[in-house]
């Protein structure tokens, strides 16, 4: 019977250096909370740390849903602590607002440039500093080659990379671990209270490796992900409380 358990044990880390190799970053190690439902499309269950995601909008409002996305996800890659680095080409965010989705401005640090060519060397250089916890980079075009040399960044650094590309010209082939289409819903409001609500996302994970695509439609309540529709909760286990 020992046997058997240290053989099931040996399988589970090949298979996750496997996946280490092939791209798919950290699936192994503290699992961190509040991912669900999207942890279930990757091998696992786990949301990959240190790996390169992909996002491509085209409108401005999705621009905007999609960096609001990525703001929350954020905030869970670093509920315990870290440090940001946000790269573009101009100030599109609103730093105070994203304390919404527990991102903090005094822990981000934002880096714009016009140019394209320094934006890849920026992205790629804070991808490869072990002290920062996530790298956002805002860059339109994003070649095969490059995309490979960001993946490698991260597979010794360890940080997690999100790139945003609004508006490419083609949704061409990329060695990022996932690619995501995020655009906006209507607002999830509270007691019936009038404003804009709750931030909510009709969310597509159209690529992912050795994963699950899949569609979601979620809101954010302020402390994590809830289903859209939904009345906002101040306990964001909601999604693994559903799956069990």
């Known amino acids: 019977m020992q046997a058997q358990s240290e053989k099931r044990e ?3 880390r090949l298979q996750a250096e496997i996946n280490r190799m ?3 970053g950290n699936i192994r190690g503290e699992v961190k909370a509040g991912f669900a439902p999207f942890s279930s499309a ?3 269950n786990v949301f990959p740390t240190g790996a390169i995601h992909e996002f491509i909008s085209y409108e401005p409002a999705d621009a905007a849903s999609t960096s609001g996305f990525m703001a929350a996800l954020g905030g869970l890659f670093m509920k315990d602590g870290g440090l940001c680095v946000w790269v573009g080409n101009g100030t599109k965010v609103f730093p105070s607002a994203l304390s919404h989705f527990g991102l903090g401005p005094d822990r981000i640090v934002f880096i714009n440039t016009s140019a394209q ?3 890849l060397w920026i992205i790629e250089e804070t991808l490869k500093c072990e002290g920062i916890t996530l790298v956002v980079g805002e860059i339109k075009e994003l070649g095969f080659t490059e995309s490979r040399r960001l993946q490698l960044a ?7 990379g999100l790139v945003h590309r609004h508006k490419p010209r083609s949704e061409n082939a990329v060695a990022c671990t996932s690619r995501w289409k995020i655009t906006s819903r209507p607002g999830i409001v509270y007691d019936d209270l009038p404003g804009i609500g709750y931030s909510c996302w009709d969310v597509e994970l159209l690529k992912v490796r050795n994963g699950r695509p899949g569609s979601w439609q979620i ?3 302020g402390d994590g992900f809830v289903p859209a529709g939904r009345q906002p909760v101040a306990d964001s286990s909601i ?3 559903q799956a069990g």
Not at 154 to 160: H, Y
């Open 117 to 119: 060519r320094d934006l």
């Open 22 to 24: 092939q791209g798919l």
């Open 10 to 12: 040996l399988a589970k």
């Open 154 to 160: 991260v597979e010794r650094s360890g940080v997690t």
């Open 219 to 221: 809101g954010w309540s």
């Open 239 to 241: 999604f693994e409380r």
């Open 42 to 44: 990757f091998p696992g």
